[in-house]
């Protein structure tokens, strides 16, 4: 299967689409929130929607995301909570409470707001939302901290989010090891994506991989059932060789696990 790997990126305005060469977050426990019938939820997670009387929230760890209630029924929502969720937005990280566990109210939540304006992540894809009004995508951190959401930057001239980017999302797979550069005004907002292409053959090998495969036999499943990631690059110096290098990857996976180890735990 033929991938692309590569970005675009908004200069002045201008969206430009580039290839690339080769392949942090806020600090925070990565464990599922903590959870009780009577105390309810407490950790950080992902705001997907937001009215008036409710608000729902992806906890860290989670596979669905959770309605909660602003107020008990026929009660209105606290002074302060309401004032925590004016700068509380769709695919903002959260720290948030909650309590009870049959119809949940929230009882405390608090953006995780950037630093810095600008910045660069590197991560894990756990999940994708291929909208093509409001394409999104979650990244697990490559070091320590909660999963965050990205959203394609919006492009003022066609009044939409950029359609280079948009297609970019759509292709994402979750387990793809990406960099992402992004941008920071109420949510952050991607500007480039760089998909890995070596990880991406090492995930690929290491699921063809069977116990007692040679490094040949491994290598020509690879060619026929495995992915084939490329880079589209203006550089006549930018030159990478999927085949060539899943070749040499190869003897070392079957040897990592010849030697006790997983398939995966060897690197380049």
Known sequence: MRTESGFASVVGGVILAV??????SSPAAER???RSAATGDKGFGIVTAKTDKDIT???EGEDEAKRYLLAPQGAAPKADLQAALKIVFPTNLVMFQSQGDRN???TGIQAI??????????GTVVAVDADPKW?????????RGPTERYVAVWNPATKSVDQRLSQIIAGLK????LKVAWFYDERKRATQIQITAKANVDRSLQFIYRPGMTADVLYDHYMDFGDDPFIRSDDPACVFSAWTYAQERCPAICQAASAGGAAG???P
């Open 57 to 59: 929230i992806k906890a």
């Open 113 to 122: 707001h950037s630093k810095t304006r600008f910045g660069m992540s590197t």
């Open 265 to 267: 735990s060897c690197s």
């Open 174 to 177: 979750v387990g793809d090891k």
């Open 135 to 143: 394409p999104t995508f979650d990244v697990k951190p490559s070091g």
């Open 104 to 106: 949940p109210v929230l």
């Open 32 to 34: 599922k929130p903590a």
């Open 19 to 24: 290839g690339l060469c080769g392949t942090q």
